[in-house]
Nanobody, 126 residues
Framework: QLQLVESGGGLVQPGGSLRLSCVAS????????IGWFRQAPGKEREGVSC????????IYADSVKGRFTISRDNAKNTVYLQMNSLKPEDTATYYC???????????????????WGQGTQVTVSS
């Protein structure tokens, strides 16, 4: 069974940084773009960022552009989300997922993804 596992969340003060990791297993990693999504209590899931199969294309939600950076290491089957200048409104559970289709391009639409991880909690608070 293919699997995506997120880690790296935690409690951080406003203005701080965190790096999230998403480790994939049991599927050909380079067949799929990988996306990061987040969901805060009482809010809908939001697409945060996506990286294409070999990292040539990255996209970001306007709310994180200039603060978050997505990258991937295909040798380690891992995608990272570097989050800087964190704000209280970034507080959420963060999930990674792979695109449904082999070779599918990036988007921030959750319906285009499957195999969601269990999530990692990010809390930004003083």
């Amino acid at each position: 069974q293919l699997q995506l596992v997120e880690s790296g969340g935690g409690l951080v003060q406003p203005g701080g940084s965190l790096r999230l990791s998403c480790v994939a297993s049991r599927f050909p990693f380079t067949n799929h773009a990988i996306g990061w999504f987040r969901q805060a209590p009482g809010k809908e899931r939001e697409g945060v960022s996506c990286i294409s199969r070999y990292g040539g294309t990255t996209i970001y939600a306007d709310s994180v552009k200039g603060r978050f950076t997505i990258s991937r290491d295909n040798a380690k089957n891992t995608v990272y989300l570097q989050m800087n200048s964190l704000k209280p409104e970034d507080t959420a559970t963060y999930y990674c997922a792979k695109t449904r289709g082999i070779g599918a391009g990036c988007s921030l639409t959750g319906a285009s993804f499957d195999s969601w991880g269990q999530g990692t909690q990010v809390t930004v608070s003083s």
